[in-house]
């Protein structure tokens, strides 16, 4: 087990360094036009590929940190940069997640490399697909189904997905579909659609308050067939795991969707911070420099407590992230919610921070040449997606209480 520690190392200092670096100079500069023109910024995900920042070798590195602490240091940084932009980088990594809890070896060989590249070496994206119109918070509720056609062992997948990060324009999506709507969110199992097949299409594009480089769409599955060996963990896994639900048996396991977003939490808590700080140093500039009544209005107490607030909510929740970062690398769960902490109180520091940073702009603060506006409307999203802060305080509650609390 690593020590947990607020010093990073040298190596973890340096790559530090270098995402900030990517974030400043590539990332900020186009990050007002990508998010005007609401489209997936290709050209800064090929630049990120060049330099080895969007990468197989990169996300598997990173997530192999011992001290866990990696992936929110990057997270944090390119959210510096703008978060509508780190998520079209970024959000493939759910799929990667997706397919690392479920599948087997020989399956995680074959599928992550395709989750980057495409099998003629073109640039690619992936995405995760559990949410439905209906099925939002309560992932037990999905009606995306998944039928076995024994004859030709091959997967039959019908159903819409919706708020699918990269939906549509990935190369690999990873579906979650019910197998067995009697057995509720234990009936589920996670296939692999790969790319150009037919019966998968793109629905409705959203257009969006914020994070809008970040393509989100809805999914449409109308007799999508996969082979059987696209069935994430095999069929004998799947019939193992039918066989104790339907007997009424612990798995042990949680389920894999839930376990996705689980092991997500710190570093979506890591996005928000990210945009948290960016707001509060662009304040903290300002009122430095903008002078009112004969003194910059960084001397008032209005504002400077303000920025004090800020300061200390931003560093507060940073380190619930880390903390849950590293429990979760160490294997440790989070017998108290942790991972919820951190994801809730992110976020909310996130909407919090932003909107004060508004404030102390002014009128300044409100229109679209100044970037704070765009980072409130971002920080929303966070309080939102991958569970919203109710259900994240559900969940803190249930481990504090060991009560099923509804």
């Not at 939906?167 to 659609?193: E, N, T, Y």
Request: glycine fraction near 10%; proline fraction near 4%; hydrophobic fraction near 45%.
């Amino acid at each position: 087990m690593a020590p947990f520690s607020l010093d990073l190392d040298d190596d973890q200092r340096q790559l530090q360094a270098w995402v900030h670096d990517f974030a400043e100079q590539v990332v900020r500069p186009v990050a007002h036009e990508w998010d005007e023109r609401e489209e997936t910024p290709w050209p800064v995900i090929e630049q990120a590929a060049e330099v080895g920042l969007y990468s197989l070798d990169f996300v598997a590195n990173a997530f192999a940190d011992p001290t866990g602490l990696l992936i929110p240091v990057v997270m944090e940084e390119m959210c510096w940069g703008d978060a509508g932009i780190a998520l079209s980088l970024f959000g493939t990594t759910l799929g990667v997640s997706g397919i690392m809890a479920s599948g087997t070896p020989k399956q995680v060989a074959e599928w992550l490399p395709r989750c980057f590249r495409d099998e003629r070496d073109k640039v690619a994206v992936a995405a995760f697909a559990v949410s439905e119109a209906d099925a939002g918070s309560d992932v037990s509720a999905l009606r995306t189904r998944a039928v076995h056609d024994e004859a030709t062992d091959e997967w039959v997948l019908d159903g819409t997905k919706t708020w699918i990060t990269n939906g549509g324009i990935a190369g690999v999506h990873v579906i979650v579909a019910s197998v067995d709507p009697s057995l509720g969110s234990r009936g589920h199992a996670s296939f692999v659609v790969p790319p150009g097949t037919p019966g998968l299409s793109q629905g409705r594009k959203f257009k969006k308050m914020g994070i809008r480089a970040s393509h989100t769409a809805e999914v449409v599955l109308d007799g999508c067939r996969v082979p059987g060996h696209c069935l994430l963990g095999g069929q004998e896994r799947l019939d193992e795991k039918l066989g104790r639900a339907r007997e009424g048996r612990s798995s042990g396991r949680r389920q894999a969707a839930m376990a996705t977003f689980e092991a997500s939490r710190p570093s979506i808590g890591a996005q928000a911070v990210g945009i948290a700080r960016a707001a509060y140093e662009h304040a903290l500039a300002y009122a430095g420099t903008r002078h009112q009544f004969g003194r910059a209005i960084v001397e008032n107490q209005a504002i400077a407590f303000k920025l004090a607030d800020m300061k200390v909510a931003i560093d507060a929740a940073r380190l619930l992230v880390w903390r849950a970062a590293w429990m979760s690398r160490q294997g440790a769960g989070f017998p108290n919610g942790e991972g919820s902490m951190s994801k809730l109180f992110a976020a909310e520091t996130a909407v919090k921070v932003t909107d004060e940073a508004i404030q102390i702009l002014g009128g300044a603060g409100y229109v679209r040449d100044e970037p704070v506006e765009r980072w409130h409307r971002d920080a929303k999203i966070y309080t939102i997606f991958e569970g919203t802060s109710e259900i994240q305080r559900l969940i803190i509650a249930r481990a504090i209480s060991g009560l099923h609390i509804s």
